[in-house]
């Protein structure tokens, strides 16, 4: 752990957009530390996402994510990949930009759905709300949190992480 940042690289986008996968490379690429929200979340809870759903539903999940964003001010600056969720609070939206850049990783429904593995673990996907219902409402939250967004549809993690850094470093963030 580095010295406490408001300088992290975060990025933002739809279940199945490439969040993880594309911190990763970035990471690497990089050479910055990488942070998973999920992750921590679980790490904090001592129980993966599915049950903590289970035990204190979706809004109980959202006040530990807040918690946990609100955290990352003390980290040293980090590739940050956030659940699809994180923007719907309007407190952690705030954050999210308090915190870094955010990128904003778009891609359409059909093909998010399409790149989900692992379904089981993501609860809102057999919830009672249609996917296309959540994903509609999340489109203008994601635009409205950005900085920067970017195109992933028919492209590579490689080509997506690779598209990243060229915007940032045209930005003078990298
Ligand atoms: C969620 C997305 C998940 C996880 C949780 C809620 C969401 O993360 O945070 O299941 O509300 O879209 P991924 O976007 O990494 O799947």
């Known amino acids: 752990m580095g010295e406490p940042t408001n300088n992290h690289i975060l990025l933002i986008g739809f279940m199945g957009s490439g969040k993880t996968s594309v911190s990763r490379r970035m990471s690497k690429l990089t050479g910055l530390s ?7 979340i679980e790490a904090l809870e001592h129980r993966k996402i599915p049950e903590i759903f289970d ?3 979706e809004a109980g999940f959202r006040r530990i994510e807040t918690q946990v964003l609100r955290g990352l001010t003390q980290e040293g600056r980090s590739i940050v990949s956030c659940g699809g969720g994180v ?30 593995s692992q379904p089981e673990t993501r609860p809102l996907l ?17 635009e409205e949190t950005a900085d920067i967004t970017i195109e992933t549809s028919g492209r590579s993690v ?16 990298l």
């Not at 915190?99 to 359409?108: A, D, E, N, R, W």
């Not at 057999?126 to 994601?142: N, W």
């Open 34 to 40: 990488l942070i998973d929200l999920d992750q921590r």
């Open 87 to 116: 923007v719907l609070e309007a407190e952690n939206r705030r954050i999210l930009k308090e915190l870094g850049c955010v990128i904003y990783l778009k891609v359409p429904l059909d093909e998010a759905v399409g790149r989900i």
């Open 55 to 57: 035990d204190v539903g």
């Open 158 to 173: 490689h080509e997506i992480a690779t598209a990243c850094i060229k915007v940032l470093e045209e930005r003078g963030a």
């Open 126 to 142: 057999s919830g009672s709300r249609p996917v296309s219902e959540i994903y509609d409402e999340r489109i203008p939250l994601y």
